[in-house]
């Protein structure tokens, strides 16, 4: 089987499944697992290298609102890789191209391939989209045995905070200018590590704020990921973020419990590695309690400046 990857995350969930030889073409974001690199890439962004978090969403709305696509799709590529299948998503505009993207080019081949689109909003969305791509590339009893295991291990975090005397209260950044707060799995993930996500919304998109709002929930531990950074990505990003008065009166600010963290990685694509999330926010949270370590490289402490 042939297959396209136009999103990093079903990327991973191929790789996991054994089926990194069948994988033909992948978008310029599939950087996991590291062979997902030497792909054919048949996606790119329609954005201009920007600076600042503030630049891209300026970019970001002008193309939405011109009702343009974010990606190009490489027609010709797809022309000669003659793909069986192509995996999509239908949950963001902006995170990854979308069926709307593959309609011109899925009319000009000369063969239409089976195209499967993912749309999940929590956890078990999650799960369910891993056994749905298994099924689809005659990998069933392999999607079956991965999603028993990542189950396990959130299972394993959620007995391990089960009994916790205080949850903190959490706030999760997805974008610092404009502020948003991470929604979907995101506050499932929190609460099942033992804390509470007090002001996103589980399965729902995230949504934007003001400082204002985020300053009067007093958060005790604020998270910072904004949406596709990796962990030096993030960590920079919020050095260079002003921030406002009032900051350091926070909780999270005053202790310090500000960590920037690999959304890319663990938080912001909907694949296997959420297991990974949820384990380090149990690290983060509670410790003691915490099944396993966090990876070395996942998070990073700052407060009012860079402490890595």
């Keep these: 089987m042939r297959i396209c990857s136009l999103l990093p995350s079903a990327t991973e969930i191929l790789f996991a499944l054994g089926l990194g030889g069948e994988v033909v073409g992948v978008t310029h974001e599939c950087d996991f697992p590291a062979e997902a690199r030497s792909k054919r890439i048949l996606v790119r962004s329609r954005l201009a290298h920007a600076a600042t978090a503030a630049e891209i969403d300026r970019q970001v709305r002008d193309f939405l609102t011109r009702g343009e696509s974010l990606y190009s799709v490489d027609v010709e590529a797809l022309r000669v890789i003659e793909p069986d299948l192509i995996i999509t998503q239908d949950l963001c505009q902006v995170c990854a191209a979308s069926p709307d993207d593959l309609a011109a080019a ?176 149990a690290q983060v949270f509670h410790p003691k309690r915490a099944p396993v370590a966090a990876p070395h490289d996942a998070l990073c402490a700052v407060a009012g400046g860079v402490r890595c």
Excluded: K
Excluded at 165 to 173: Q, T
Excluded at 174 to 191: N, S
Excluded at 195 to 206: F, I, K, M, N, W
């Design 106 to 281: 899925l009319a000009s081949l000369p063969r239409r391939p089976g195209v499967l689109s993912l749309n999940p909003r929590s956890l078990a969305d999650v799960w369910r989209d891993i056994i749905v791509v298994g099924e689809a590339t005659g990998r069933a009893d392999q999607a079956h045995e991965l999603v028993i295991d990542l189950r396990r291990r959130v299972a394993a975090v959620e007995r391990a905070t089960a009994g916790v005397s205080a949850r903190p209260r959490v706030v999760c950044l997805e974008w610092l200018d404009p502020l948003y707060v991470a929604g979907h799995w995101v506050p499932e993930m929190v609460a099942i590590a033992g804390g509470s996500d007090v002001l996103g919304q589980p399965g729902e998109r995230a949504f934007r704020v003001s400082w204002e709002q985020l300053l009067a929930v007093q958060a005790e531990v604020v998270l910072v990921m904004p949406c596709g950074y990796g962990l030096e990505q993030g960590t920079a990003e919020f050095a260079r973020t002003p921030l406002p008065r009032g900051w350091e009166d926070l909780p999270a600010a005053q202790q310090p419990r500000i960590f920037a963290v690999d959304a890319s990685s663990y938080f912001s694509r909907p694949g296997p590695r959420l297991s990974t999330g949820v384990e380090i926010l």
